[in-house]
């Protein structure tokens, strides 16, 4: 019995899934991809971008990307950042965002989850998990 | 003066090999609006919050956090490639309706000309249209009551000439108020549709 009630809540707390869509690509310069599943298609303006994506940057490029609760990202060059989690409602503007920078430089201004969901806010390095309480910052980092 | 220049010797290797094994950074930077805020850095050393603009920390491969203070110009030699590919910040526009009708004031009609042209000033231009109540009424009647308002706003920016592609609509219903009031108050200036441009 209990397996089931663990799986349901599995399946309850799971709810964000690789494929939701989470922002859009608003600038790019130089050689920017995202790498989906599988497959990988640049990061041009106007591609979306997608839970589980990984966006990547070639040297001399930089990728700019506004997520959909306003949340404003920004790659530089020889970059590496995976969106791991985006959940946001848009009707109680509450949610989650989770991102990862493997390497490089990142940019942020924080959007409306920052302020209504701080705790829901998480970047993460190889060696820092960072929270933001309506912010601006940069981070980075030499890799794993 | 020789063990002086020694010491300096030594300091200058440690600090050499503190930078060696630097292996992530982090700088606080000011907030546009010149509001407050903060990050808080978690590690498996310790933690960190940095809540003055240009305060900074370098971390090390075990998680040691080392404080530092960064300057507009020093950021902008190290990070400026990555923030100039910052997207254009979100902006929003409030529309107010008469009351009574559904017709939009004249100050609105302005705001939707200024939204119209802030929209052709971004590349990948996307808003969304949301709408919002004053405290009058149940939430669930004000969330279903904005998102009304707010479909209202959506088919008549799709009849101006915006594609259907570009517009998302929600309601927020009485949650987010311009002015915080008592349940059951009935506030014009929270009665509005606001359309964010990002």
């Not at chain 1, 397996?3 to 964000?16: Q, R, Y």
């Not at chain 1, 070639?58 to 060059?77: C, E, F, K, R, W």
């Not at chain 1, 946001?88 to 493997?102: N, Q």
Request: net charge negative; aromatic share 4%; charged share 20%.
């Amino acid at each position: 019995m209990w397996v089931i009630k663990l799986v349901v809540l599995l399946l309850v707390s799971g709810a964000v899934y690789a494929g939701d869509d989470a922002g859009l690509i608003k600038n790019a310069s130089g050689m920017a991809t995202i790498l989906r599943g599988d497959g990988q298609i640049p990061a041009g303006v106007g591609a979306h971008v997608q839970v589980s994506d990984v966006v990547k940057t070639g040297a001399n490029s930089s990728v700019g990307i506004t997520l959909n609760d306003g949340t404003l990202l920004s790659a530089g060059p020889d970059s590496t950042l995976v969106i791991n989690k985006f959940v946001f409602d848009s009707t109680a503007h509450t949610g989650e965002l989770d991102v990862s920078l493997k390497k490089g430089t990142l940019a942020v201004v924080s959007g409306k989850l920052a302020k209504t969901s701080p705790r829901a806010v998480i970047f993460r390095t190889p060696t820092t998990l960072l929270g933001v309480r309506g912010t601006e910052f940069v981070l980075e980092t030499a890799g794993e | 003066m020789k063990m002086f220049s020694g010491k300096i010797i030594v300091n200058v290797l440690m600090l050499g090999l503190l930078a060696g094994c630097v292996q992530d950074r982090v700088v606080l930077l000011p907030n546009a609006d010149g509001s407050r805020s903060a990050v808080v850095l978690k590690t498996a050393a310790g933690e960190q919050v940095l809540d003055q603009p240009y305060e900074a920390a370098s971390i090390s491969q075990a998680g040691k956090i080392a404080a530092s203070r960064e300057t507009a110009e020093s950021v902008q030699s190290r990070y400026g490639q990555t923030l100039s590919a910052q997207p254009k910040r979100p902006a929003s526009y409030m529309i107010y309706f008469s009351s009574g009708n559904n017709e939009i004031s004249a100050e609105s009609a302005v705001a939707i000309e200024q939204m119209k042209a802030d929209m052709k000033s971004r590349s990948a231009p996307q808003i969304t249209v949301i709408g919002h109540t004053d405290r009058v009424g149940t939430v669930e009647a004000n969330d279903a009551l904005s998102l009304k308002r707010a479909q209202l706003m959506r088919d008549m920016l799709l009849a101006g000439g915006i594609s259907e592609a570009q517009i998302e609509v929600s309601g927020s219903g009485e949650r987010e108020p311009l002015v915080s009031t008592d349940d059951e108050v009935d506030e014009p200036v929270n009665r509005r549709v606001e359309i964010n441009v990002r």
